[in-house]
């Protein structure tokens, strides 16, 4: 019975973050139908960036965390300032599915190399927030920065799940996703919601890396493969509902820990990618997806 | 009623050649050139270093060929290419090593085992519909990854090493010319086939489908098995391409398989232009040769693809082919109205001369040309 709540734990833990990443794709697509290739890049930045600023930089932990949000914030700004108001609010460059993935795709080869030319090939890892020796019930035993991370996963998606379904505002951002011609005329500025979602959901993606950092450890390229896992998470939630992303991104996370645990240690991830794509093409409609944009 | 993609009879379907009609010489004439141009580069190369970047990339090319049809063309969300890559790679590697294949059997091999493999996957995952697939073929590469780095089989993370040249020689270098003139062989073939399909009525619906699937639908096009047929091409020339690359290094490892594959197929397809053949096959040589080449661009590679993919998809959509494409059409259509100029004042001078004054006429030096420029034909006079 521990060893199943000891994996339960740790699979929570890394399905919080699959999770949180999948809600943060999830409602920028709602708003804006573009994919957030990025969001693994600025996890990645907010903890390598915290880890570099207080130990090499010395800064204080707080204000090592706060220097590294600032400098996420600010490249989401530079990144919609430039590049997503240009092609999208000034009609310039490419359309159809080549918007969906590959402008952000862009900057989350942008980041990764300025990573590693600013870091270096080393692992990071942030100062823990709650620091100490994990939390024990008899034989079962739980991380606290995975307990934060679990918390805040669940805190952050029913957040995101609230505002789209029960604020104004939210269902502005959602109505710019369905039309952005319909939601002009009736005077939503979709272009306000589309920068100040993509800041938000890029500041929490940093926040979490920095919370769970001291857990795994970040490099330069740690990025992609959780954007990637965002986009599975996201994708069972039809691309377009936090919650729902939260909770598959924790399925994910237990099922993968409970494959390691009582199936193979080495085989767990391939068996659980496995799963997942046969259930995508063999239950398409799982996903909830429409036809893709032409 | 008629099915779709079965036509009346009377009524004459895309893709179905007509009696007397004149063959395409593209396909063919682009096959033959890439072939000698390609072969002629590599022997002048005499296998140098060069060579080897460049027959890398003639590999990297052969599956960017097939990503044009598929992503550029057909507009078809899949990003399994690194994964039929390593088909064709572990494919050659263990009938080499472990069955004792030759080079030509296990190619034909892995080409059968890659559009059994694509068929039985895509009949299933091309019925996913939109950004489904994506996420099917997303998933791909992450976990045929991981199985090639657990598998003690596949070499682990070692890969397999032996694998046979195309065409071996006397020495290293000889080896390296023969084999390259192989692998531009079947890159010209990889490329006809290609411009075939997209020059046919079959590239014509897949180009209507790639617009509007309901449009599509509406002409009669049958969406999946175009969408199987368009899978299958592309899953078997990364299958090739893999072979090529695994039998130019005479290893396989999994890198072939990995992600960082998939994204440099990726950039090598839309940096230089996804909609063009001319321009996949350049931007996988040129791109392999600055990766591996020069020390600057492998340091500060992640900003520099960064940047330059930004640049290109929100300047150029279609890549450097597409600016070049656009400035080529540009100075033609300016020498077509040149042309027509030219002409008009010629016929309109022979209307007004005898057939005696207008052969002096036409004898004259400069005579065309000064005609052209007075009625405003020439460099930029427009149409």
Redesign the interface.
């Known amino acids: 019975m521990s060893e199943f709540l000891n994996l339960l734990a740790a699979g929570l833990t890394s399905g919080g973050i699959y999770g949180i990443f999948g809600a943060c794709l999830a409602v920028w697509f709602r708003v804006c139908n573009v994919l957030n290739l990025a969001v693994g890049d600025f996890a990645m930045l907010g903890a390598v960036g915290t880890a570099w600023l207080t130990q090499t930089a010395g800064l204080p932990f707080g204000a090592g965390i706060a220097v590294a949000l600032a400098g996420v914030g600010l490249v989401a700004w530079l990144f919609d300032r430039v590049?997503l108001h240009?092609?999208f609010d000034r009609g310039?460059?490419?359309?159809?599915?080549?918007?969906?993935?590959?402008?952000t795709?862009?900057?989350?080869?942008?980041?990764?190399?300025?990573a590693?030319?600013m870091f270096g090939t080393d692992v990071f890892g942030a100062p823990a927030i709650w620091p100490g020796p994990a939390l024990a019930v008899a034989d079962f035993h739980v991380q606290r920065a995975g307990l934060l991370v679990i918390a805040l996963a669940i805190v952050s998606g029913l957040l995101l799940w609230a505002y789209l379904r029960f604020t104004v505002s939210g269902r502005a951002a959602s109505a710019c996703g369905e039309s952005v011609l319909g939601s002009r005329i009736v005077g939503i500025d979709s272009a306000k919601f589309r920068r100040r979602i993509f800041i938000v959901t890029a500041l929490l993606a940093a926040l979490f890396g920095i919370v769970e950092s001291p857990i795994t450890g970040y490099t330069y390229a740690s990025g992609?493969?959780l954007s990637?896992i965002g986009?599975?998470a996201a994708?069972f939630a039809a691309?377009r509902q936090p919650g729902r992303a939260v909770a598959a991104g924790l399925a994910i996370g237990v099922a993968e820990a409970m494959l390691g645990g009582y199936v193979s240690t080495?085989?767990s991830?391939?068996l659980?990618?496995?799963i997942?794509?046969c259930i995508?093409?063999?239950r398409?409609e799982v996903?909830g997806?429409?036809?893709?944009?032409? | 009623m008629n099915r779709p993609g079965v036509s009346r009879p009377g009524v004459s379907r895309p893709g179905v050649s007509r009696p007397g009609a004149k063959r395409d010489p593209v396909p063919l004439g682009a096959a033959a050139g890439i072939t000698v141009a390609g072969g002629l580069v590599l022997a002048a190369m005499n296998g140098s270093y060069l060579g080897l970047t460049v027959t890398t990339g003639v590999a990297y090319a052969v599956v960017t060929v097939g990503m044009v049809l598929q992503l550029g063309y057909s507009?078809q969300?899949a990003f399994s290419q690194s994964v039929f890559m390593g088909v064709g790679a572990y494919g050659t590697g263990v009938l080499e090593t472990r069955y004792g294949f030759g080079s030509l059997e296990s190619l034909l091999a892995v080409i059968a085992l890659a559009a059994a493999a694509s068929l039985l996957?895509g009949a299933?995952?091309t019925?996913?519909?939109?950004?489904?697939?994506?996420?099917?073929t997303?998933?791909?590469p992450?976990?045929i990854y991981?199985?090639a780095t657990?598998s003690g089989w596949l070499g682990s993370f070692s890969g397999i090493n032996g694998v046979l040249p195309f065409w071996s020689g006397p020495d290293y270098e000889a080896t390296l010319v023969r084999s390259g003139i192989v692998s531009v062989l079947l890159l010209g073939l990889a490329a006809g086939v290609v411009l075939r399909v997209m020059r046919s009525g079959i590239g014509l619906q897949l180009m209507a489908m790639?617009?509007?699937?309901r449009l599509g639908e509406s002409i009669g096009v049958s969406l999946r098995q175009r969408r199987l047929e368009v899978f299958v091409l592309g899953s078997v020339l990364a299958a090739v391409g893999g072979a090529v690359l695994a039998s130019t290094q005479g290893l396989v490892t999994p890198d072939v398989l990995s992600?960082s594959a998939e994204?440099t197929l990726?950039l090598m397809v839309?940096v230089a232009g996804r909609k063009s053949v001319a321009g996949a096959i350049s931007g996988a040589v040129v791109i392999e040769y600055l990766t591996t080449s020069t020390s600057f661009i492998s340091?500060?590679?992640?900003?520099?693809?960064?940047?330059v993919?930004?640049l290109i998809?929100?300047?150029e959509?279609d890549g450097v082919a597409g600016a070049v494409d656009r400035l080529l059409g540009h100075r033609t259509d300016q020498w077509a109205a040149s042309l027509r100029a030219w002409s008009a004042a010629r016929l309109q001078a022979r209307a007004h001369s005898t057939p005696e004054s207008a052969e002096r006429e036409l004898a004259a030096p400069g005579h065309g040309t000064r005609d052209v420029e007075a009625r405003g034909g020439g460099d930029g006079g427009g149409s």
């Open positions: 590049v240009l092609a310039a460059g490419a359309h159809g599915i080549v918007s969906v993935f590959f402008y795709f862009g900057l989350s080869l942008l980041l990764e190399g300025a590693r030319a992609p493969t990637l986009v599975v994708g691309f080495s085989y991830d391939v659980l990618y496995a997942l794509f995508i093409i063999v398409p996903l997806l429409g036809p893709e944009p032409a | 507009r969300l996957i299933v995952i019925r996913a519909p939109g950004l489904a697939l994506a996420l099917a997303l998933l791909l992450l976990f991981q199985l657990d790639a617009e509007d699937e992600e994204i990726l839309f340091t500060n590679l992640g900003i520099i693809e960064g940047i993919l930004l998809l929100l300047i959509p």
